[in-house]
């Protein structure tokens, strides 16, 4: 898959999208997705993931886990649970340059009876307005772009290579 070009939304927000079909159905990928601090048994180029804390009252919203990559610590807060349709997350401990970035999971079930689900990855960045933010923006894009292809063929892997 091809780097698309990077899609402005609102606010001066940029974002780019990745998706995949899997098959299986969309309650069994919500399950590994949702199992928050599970990330580094199916994500390759996760060294280490786990929950800090939960959210308010125990629930998911708020939640928040480490993600270690190599020698970077990096916090992850979910601010949508869904299920089994979107769980979305705000990433934090990247480079201050990069004033927010925020990954979103959608699962749309295809096919008879859901026996296959195309899974979409959606990242955006805010970096602020000039050119040097601009050019930023767009390698932290495709820094994401290349990320997010590694989660769905890691994801995609962990559910179609599993037999009960």
Known sequence: MKPGPAMVLDGGVAGISRSRTITAEPQAIWDILADFGALSSWAGGVDHSCVLNHGPAGGPVGTTRRVQVGGNALVERITEFEPPT?????????????RKVANCWTLRPR??????????????VEVGD????RMAEWVA???????????LAGLAHRLENTHV
């Open 86 to 98: 979107r769980l979305a997350y705000d990433i934090e401990g990247l480079p201050p340059r990069l």
């Open 111 to 124: 096919g008879p009876a859901g026996a296959a689900t195309v899974v979409s990855l959606t990242s955006t």
């Open 141 to 151: 894009l495709r820094v994401l772009a290349k990320q997010s292809e590694a989660m």
């Open 130 to 133: 000039g050119k040097p933010a």
